[in-house]
């Protein structure tokens, strides 16, 4: 039996509309990430719920021991189980494009297969 999916009902933030507060977090995301992902603008209707989001993934990025392909490994497989489309297809691009990561590992994530002890 599969877990059901749950998707978030509330209308997309759009910036040119935005509160003071959503305008703040998307120039951050603007200068973090070069774009607003559309998750953000989901969440931009609930700022607290974006910024703890913001702060724990920027947090991982530049705190954690990983390196840039380790990082993207744990995202792209938390993405997978979560079975969100959306998250698995920016990570892997992320992780093929950005953090140089094997394609056998991606390939590997993407079917629930093993990973590969030598990438």
Sequence with gaps: ????????????????????????????SKKENKMIPNMFRNMGNHPALLEAYMNGYSSFRSKSDFTSAEQEVV???????????????????AADMMSKVPLAVTEAIHANTEIPEKS
């Design 75 to 93: 995202l792209l497989t938390i993405s997978a189980e979560n079975n969100c489309d959306y998250c698995i297809e920016g990570h892997s691009i």
């Design 1 to 28: 039996m599969s877990a059901p999916i749950y998707k978030m009902k509330t209308p997309s933030v759009n910036p040119e509309n935005a509160n003071t507060e959503q305008q703040v977090l998307f120039e951050r």
